[in-house]
């Protein structure tokens, strides 16, 4: 962990040089008022913990000094006052250990607090972006055409039961509220939207990749994920079995983590793609989801879902090549979205969006009819050197010297975002839903149609025939209905 800390000290220590962060800064929108209008504890803790370190050194060096003039007085003893020196060099000695283990310990206590406070350091934004919250979130672009229909559309999870490819009912006893199944089409759905996304991808020079789901606190950390906050939105596994570990809400974090400690071999990338290295993988995304009170049904916030993400890793021998990457990556977001055939709008986003790490983030809303507004799909974010100091990502200029890289990452399919926006945007008026031409090669139909019959009937407690009585009865009728 010492190597970011370092990281993290060279990023602080720029802070105590400029005295400000510009302002509508990414540590402006965070942390308030500007560094200038009063003093900050980060800036407070690292200006003391100078000051103590700098007496270390000198009482080290005191130490010496008096370490030496025994030794020298011992080999060559004087004629006179020999007894009185060596005593007072003695005193000297325990005196200056004394003040050097009291400092020791302060120093590691600042240094604990200043590594705490240097967490919560956002990036700097870009100077393009909107200044504010949420609503100050500029419109870039609108893209398709807002599907009409002469029926009352319905909501994705209407849709979903009465075609019987999601469930969501009767789960808490199974696996908790925000879980979900995906069954027949509906698992098929998600299957074909991942390759898809991927068959499109790695022709273009993406490496595939797979991540493990769980992950050390650091690597959280070094993403600029906060572990610490109450509610956590990270779920961590018990410290008392398993020491340190917790479930990725993202690839992005597992993928930063392939990354960490190593440097990056940029020059055999594709010219299209010089200077860079794309990582593309499909993993599974657990998020706490702690707003419980938003959207409790459907399948807009879960706790478990499949994403595809774009993950890139720049030079930053001009500063301009994680921009380009960012275009780069919100080009092939459009391009996914238009052949999926969805009406989108692209928003460049404020300050106060962007979260620690991000220098500048672009969104992707998807119109939802059965919600009766857009929903954010996707985002891409330009994280500059934000994380690679952090976890120590470098590479090596032509001269072979290490420099830090920057990292831009991106969403290429959030799967439950991507269906609600499909299955609402193109259900008909029979309930049907309509396959875009994109996936049905991966899906085998065109249309996805109301079976016959239900797979499963409840039989469970508070039900007409179901309970301790008409268990028997029931689960026969169904073993019948599963025939």
Same mark, same amino acid.
């Given at each position: ?42 800036? !407070? ?40 020196? $060596? ?11 004394? !003040?050097?283990? /009291? ?21 700097? =934004? ?13 419109? #870039?672009?609108?893209?398709? /055409? +807002?599907?009409?229909?002469?029926? @009352? ?34 698992? #098929?759905? !998600? ?8 068959? +499109? ?24 994920? @906060?572990?610490? $906050? =109450? ?35 940029? !020059? ?23 707003? =419980? ?15 595809? /993400? ?6 930053? /021998? ?32 404020? =300050? ?52 830090? $890289?920057? $990292? ?31 996936? @049905? ?7 996805? +149609? ?34």
């Amino acid at each position: 962990m010492a190597h970011w800390r370092r990281g993290l000290r060279m990023w602080v220590g720029l802070c105590r040089h400029l005295g400000a962060w510009p302002e509508g800064g990414g540590a402006y929108s965070v942390l308030g008022a500007g560094l200038c209008d009063r003093p900050r504890p980060q800036l !407070q803790t690292w200006a003391r913990l100078e000051e103590v370190r700098a007496a270390i050194a000198r009482l080290e060096a005191e130490k010496e000094e008096v370490a030496l003039a025994v030794h020298a007085l011992v080999v060559s003893p004087p004629l006179s006052l020999w007894h009185y020196i $060596t005593l007072s060099l003695r005193e000297r000695g325990r005196a200056v250990r004394l !003040q050097l283990r /009291e400092l020791l310990v302060e120093e590691a206590a600042l240094d604990e607090r200043f590594y705490l406070h240097a967490l919560q350091l956002p990036n700097s =934004t870009h100077p393009a972006a909107p200044v504010g919250d949420e609503s100050q979130a500029r419109v #870039l672009e609108v893209v398709g /055409e +807002k599907p009409a229909f002469d029926f @009352q559309p319905k909501g994705h999870l209407e849709l979903g039961e009465e075609l019987d490819i999601i469930r969501q009912r009767r789960l808490s006893h199974i696996s908790g509220h925000r879980s979900y199944y995906l069954c027949g089409a509906g698992a #098929l759905l !998600q299957h074909a939207l991942v390759h898809f996304v991927l068959a +499109k991808l790695v022709p273009k020079g993406f490496l595939p990749l797979t991540v493990p789901d769980l992950l050390r606190g650091a690597v959280f950390e070094g993403c600029g994920m @906060q572990l610490n $906050t =109450t509610p956590s939105p990270v779920y961590c596994i018990d410290p008392a079995r398993f020491e340190d570990l917790c479930l990725a809400g993202t690839s992005e974090v597992g993928i930063a983590g392939y990354f960490m400690d190593h440097a990056v071999r940029l !020059q055999d990338m594709p010219i299209r793609y010089s200077n860079s290295r794309l990582i593309v993988c499909s993993s599974t995304c657990y998020r706490a989801e702690t707003d =419980t009170g938003r959207e409790p049904w459907g399948l807009y916030r879960v706790h478990q879902f499949t994403k595809v /993400e774009m993950f890139g890793v720049t030079a930053a /021998e001009s500063g301009a090549e994680s921009e380009m990457m960012l275009d780069e990556f919100l080009m092939l977001q459009k391009e996914i979205f238009s052949e999926l055939g969805l009406h989108y709008r692209v928003l460049d986003m404020p =300050t106060q969006e962007l979260g620690l790490p991000a220098y500048r983030k672009f969104d992707i809303e998807a119109w939802m009819p059965g919600r009766g507004k857009y929903g954010e799909i996707s985002s891409t974010s330009n994280c500059t050197d934000y994380q690679s100091r952090r976890l120590n990502i470098m590479y090596s200029d032509g001269a072979g010297k290490l420099h830090h $890289t920057h $990292t831009v990452n991106g969403t290429a399919c959030a799967v439950p975002r991507l269906l609600i926006a499909l299955l609402e945007c193109n259900q008909q008026a029979d309930g049907s839903v309509r396959v875009p031409p994109a996936l @049905q090669p991966f899906v085998g139909q065109d249309v996805i +149609k109301r079976p016959p019959a239900p797979l499963l009937r409840y039989i469970g407690p508070n039900q007409p025939g179901g309970g301790p009585k008409g268990v028997t009865c029931s689960l026969l009728n169904s073993r019948e209905t599963l025939k």
